[in-house]
C-alpha cells in the first residue's frame, strides 16, 4: 500500500514543491485545487503537533506511530475548536 497526501493548494509552485518532496520519500501527492473544491477547506496549524506526539509516545517508539499521534492531536485539537463552548 502506498503512503498517500492530498495536497488542496491553487498555486501551482507550492503544488510542484509539495510535489517534488513528497515524491522523493515515497509519497503519492494527491492533488486538489481550492477554487474547485464544492467544499470548505480550513487551515489549521500543526506546527507543535509532533512535538506534543513525541512527549506523548513511548519511549522508543517508531516513527510512523508518532506521525499517527501527531495526526491524531491534530485532529481533536479542530475538533475541540469546533464544539461549543459553554
Sequence with gaps: MSKRILA?????????????LLTSFGYELIEALTSRLSIPVHAWDERLTTAEARRRAPPGGRRGR???????????????????HG
Design 66 to 84: 508518532e506521525d499517527a499521534l501527531a495526526a491524531a492531536i491534530m485532529l481533536q485539537s479542530y475538533m475541540d475548536h469546533l464544539r461549543p
Design 8 to 20: 488542496i493548494e491553487d498555486h501551482e509552485e507550492n503544488r510542484r514543491l509539495l510535489r517534488d
